[in-house]
Nanobody
């Protein structure tokens, strides 16, 4: 596993959309469950979504169900988070994460690797 590098964050109005990307520079991307977390100012980091190694299984935190979609392209060593119907409370730094054990282990908040984060700001 190499470095995880997020991109795609920015400023958007409420109701808008953004797509985050997380590129992995390593060569074993398909061996890792991948996920997204976020951390708002003054709050703890929280789990957002996870996807299995093959992409066949996904799981979302309740507050993003129906609005966010996680996907991955193993040929491009990249995981994505499509965020629609954004709300001001979605404002946070978003981090991608990689876990060699499982998606469930990743959800527990102790993955093997973290990205550096990308800021998402939703204005009202």
């Amino acid at each position: 596993q190499g470095q995880l590098s997020e991109s795609g964050g920015g400023l958007v109005q409420a109701g808008g959309s953004l797509r985050l990307s997380c590129a992995d520079s390593g060569r074993t991307f398909s061996s890792y469950a991948m996920g997204w977390f976020r951390q708002a100012p003054g709050k703890e980091r929280e789990f957002v979504a996870v996807i299995s190694r093959t992409g066949s299984i996904t799981y979302y935190q309740d507050f993003v169900k129906g609005r966010f979609t996680i996907s991955r392209d193993n040929a491009k060593n990249t995981v994505y988070l499509q965020m629609n119907s954004l709300k001001p409370e979605d404002t946070a730094v978003y981090y991608c994460a990689a876990d060699h054990i499982s998606g469930q282990h990743l959800r527990g908040g102790a993955p093997d690797y973290w990205g550096q984060g990308t800021q998402v700001t939703v204005s009202s």
